[in-house]
């Protein structure tokens, strides 16, 4: 295992998008057709499957070493209310584009730290949502917490506004590792918010562990895993941490890359995670994440309705999911848009009824291929192509890049079908790279991407 550490631990996208976003096509993308696509997504699947709404709540009381979203540190509350009528009128500027009433099936705050927001607040942003829009009969709403601000308040008053599921953040309990990112926070408070949320009848409750900390060793990457098993969260990100220190305003200059795990340990303290993991019911679901046997990412696993989108791995797929706020970006199944990052910027184009986008990305008919291609990876391990589907002429440049991979027994190729074995499962990332055409044809002059190990 340590010679394919070396040989695959290279620079790789994460692909929660294809075309993964350094390579979106500005040339071609306008305002004008990414509202045309929006429209167009909305008509086909608003009735049926619904829409999704991505919420970007950008503010946090302190920066957190090992975060690379867009945010804004600050301790001024009264940031929330201005914040949230700019969002509220994004929200009505999509909303005049269609002719019907949008039916929403998925929608979660993410940030930044949604709970920076008081309860009273968020209940204003997301009864102001549905003054325009409408629940699916199949709904699912979430939000993330932060463990030492999240209040049982938070969590009743979001629950009575249809909210079920809710993430916490807990990255790892040893204080050295805690303080070396900035996120001091004890079994305690995360057992509290727990127990606060099954207590109101939240049906997933999940938690987020990093690997590949800085100063984090073995028995503390265990050490989190067994108290986990004492709170027995519905699901889990068990992902590494990624390395990015060039992107600005993420605060991973504070330490330097002696004090963060070697590929082999970081690959160490994963395979010993997801084994202990396993040994407690835990099944591991597509990159990164496990979920126990009666949660829903389990189940659309194993129908093979998983999907994935700029909000990571979802139970269900809709066409179309907007994102609102600063930094958001929305997916229109045939294009990519994202939103100014400058709160301030933000605020001023909404409030001069400009929906707030400043860079995106067309679909090609070859993007729309690939993308379905890398989706089938990510969520099934599994991908195939015939000649009834469509001419796939780029298909055996994409062979031949994955040649070296048989060989190594990471995944095998039959005459149209790719199936990832056990054995090649950590190495997704890589073998999603050998289909990423725009990748292939432009390599990167500078880095772009976290490390894949």
Partial sequence: MSSLLNKYNIPGPRYTSYPTVPYWNMNTFSGKEWKATVVKSFHETNTS??????????????????CGCHKRITKRHEVEMPYIKSVLKEWSLYCKLFSERPIIKELHLGGGTPTFFSPSHLEKLINGI??????????EFSFEGHPNNTTKEHLKILKGLGFSRVSFGVQDYNETVQKAIHRVQSFESVKKVTSWARELGYTSVGHDIIFGLPHQTMKHVQETILKTKEL?????????????????????????????????????????????????????IGMDHFALKDDSLYKA?????????????TASKTKLMIGLGASSIGDSWYSFAQNVKGIEEYEHLVANDIIPIYRGHILTEEDQIIRQHILNLMCRFETSWSEEKGDFTMINDILDRLTEMVEDDLLEIDVNKIVVTE?????IRNICMAFDLLLHRKKPETRLFSMTI
């Fill in 423 to 427: 054995k090649g499962k950590p190495f």
């Fill in 49 to 66: 499957e619904g829409i999704s709404l991505y919420i970007h709540l950008p503010f946090c009381e302190q920066m957190c070493t090992f």
């Fill in 301 to 313: 696993m194993y129908s093979k309705t998983l999907h994935r989108n700029f909000m990571g791995y």
């Fill in 232 to 284: 027995k969260p519905d699901r889990l990100a068990f992902y590494s941490y990624a390395h990015v220190p060039w992107l600005k305003g993420n605060g991973q200059r504070g330490y330097a890359e002696t004090d963060l795990p070697s590929p082999e340990l970081k690959r160490e303290q994963y395979e010993s995670g997801k084994k202990l993991l396993a040994e407690v019911g835990y099944y591991e």
């Fill in 130 to 139: 549905f003054q325009l829009a409408e629940r699916h009969e199949n709904y």
